[in-house]
Structures are given as C-alpha cells and as structure tokens.
C-alpha cells in the first residue's frame, strides 16, 4: 500500500491509500475510530486496512490536502555523512559509528508545500534522502531482524541552512528551521518494494539533476542504523530515521548552489515516490 495522511476539504484530518493518480481510500471513515492517525495505524492496523481496503469510501485526490507522512512522529532521527561522495566533498574523516541527530516534527512540510527559506538566511541547501518509517516497536535490535521493524519508505529533503548549521559542532539548528523538512508524498509498505538497497535517488532542482546514487551506496545500512539508534533509544511505531545524503549538496558545489525562492526542488527514490516543493520566502 501507498499510504497518506491528509486534511480534507472540510478540516478534518484523516489517512488513506492512494489506489491511482486519482483516487485515495478514505481508510480514517471505517478505522479512525480505532487508530486515530497513520501512527496508530502502521503501529498495530496494517492487516485491518488492507482488510477494509476495498471498502472504504474514495476519495478525489482534488479533496484533500496532502500532511508530512507522519505528521507527528515521536522522534526523527538523521543521519550524516552516510554516502562515501558526501563524506569526501565534506573533508569529514572515516568514522565507526553512524553521524546522528535529531528534526523536529514541526520543521517538516508535505509533498507539494513550500520549503521556506527563512528570514535570518540565504544559505538553504537540499538534502535528498530514503526515510524508513518503524512500524513495530524496539530496543536493541539486532542488525538480522532490524527489517522486521520498517513499516515502509518515503522520500525525504532534509533542507538545511548552512551557516546555521555551521554555528558550532552540532548540527541541530540549522537542520530545524520551520518548513525546511520536506516528507512524502506517501509512506510505500515493505512488501511494495523488492529491494530497497536496487533503488536509485535523485535530486533535482529547477530540472537539473544535482544528487543521483543507488541507496546501496550508503556507508552505514538500513539494518546498522537501526541497531545502532535501537542501542540508545527505543524506537516506536511511527519514528522516522531520515538515511542520509548522497554528494552533489550545493554547498560543496563551485560555485556554491543555494534554493531560492521560485525554485522547485525533487527527491524520487524508484519504486518509492516523488517528492515535489516549490521554495519561498520566509514572511516577515
């Protein structure tokens, strides 16, 4: 299934699955009562809803407005420095351990919301990654059954302000600028996607291909992570963990390349999405 969390004509937030370009099952109507968001939902309702699937009402896709993923994940965790071509045009070293740190909920924005460059700065920068949604919940999980955790994948732009980022050592505020994390369009179930490490990312802006790798080229894998992150906090249904960028940041470019408003900006990973924002200005 293709997942989504959206808010109707008439303001009522709700979850479905997207059947075509077209139409969405209105999944909330015949399960809300029991799992009240997508969180709930990946966390204990998936055999329900694909159960329902046939029944639900549908939905036009010209009625709802999309939500990130998971609007409100418990954590999202990030990852740095996790391809060899990242690495490198950050001069960073080689290290043993996974680059971790965290986004807040509120920072994120849907599929087709703007990213906002905020007031304080010109210096945004894309970030094309796989996010990989926990559906079932654990502590120290081992690397062998780390798969059996993912309820799914989407497509994630961990926008980021540079010199923000560059403050000090820790990346935190410039990694959590309001509407630079951009998430979706739809959270793509494990068993639609064969091989997640076959998959290719590509980031383009305005058109221009800027980032294109195969996820197998991530220095630290899926199940690495999540046995390292599982290590120091459990993970619960509904947490994200962004994976990591490839190279080609425009912040390591000659000249530098920086988003601006007007600009439109892509992340597709195949067989998981496309996630599509335009960029604006902050309003004062």
Not at 58 to 64: D, G, N, V, Y
Not at 81 to 103: D, K, M, W
């Amino acid at each position: 299934m293709r997942l989504l969390s959206f808010v109707t004509r008439s303001g009522q937030a709700g979850y479905g699955a997207q059947l075509d370009e077209h139409q969405v099952a209105h999944l909330s109507a015949l399960l809300g009562h029991r799992y009240p968001d997508l969180k709930s939902l990946i966390g204990g309702g998936l055999d329900e809803a694909d159960a329902v699937l046939r029944l639900a009402p549908r939905l036009s896709t010209h009625e709802i407005h999309l939500l990130p993923v998971v609007p409100n994940p418990g954590k999202i965790i990030c990852v740095g420095l996790n391809y060899e071509a990242h690495r490198l045009e950050t001069g960073r070293p080689v290290e043993q351990h996974p680059s971790i740190f965290t986004r807040f909920a509120a920072s994120q924005v849907a599929a087709g919301d703007p990213i906002i460059r905020p007031t304080v700065s010109t210096k945004l920068d894309y970030e094309g990654e796989l996010a990989v949604v926990i559906g079932r919940p654990g502590r120290y999980i081992s690397a062998e059954q780390a798969f059996e955790h993912v309820a799914g994948y989407s497509c994630y732009n961990d926008g980021s302000v540079r010199d923000w980022q560059n403050h000090s050592h820790q990346f935190t505020p410039g990694k959590n600028f309001v509407g630079t994390g951009a998430f979706g369009p739809a959270l793509v179930t494990r068993d639609e996607v064969a091989d997640i490490t076959a998959q290719t990312l590509t980031t383009r802006l305005n058109g221009q291909v800027m980032q294109q790798t195969l996820i197998s080229d991530m220095i630290f894998s899926i199940p690495q992570i999540i046995a390292y992150v599982s290590s120091f906090t459990p993970l619960e249904a509904g947490d994200v963990i962004a994976t990591g960028t490839p190279g080609g940041v425009g912040a390591k470019r000659d000249p530098k390349v920086w988003m601006k408003p007007g600009d439109v900006v892509e992340v597709e990973i195949t067989q998981v999405g496309l996630l599509r924002n335009p960029i604006v200005d902050e309003q004062a």
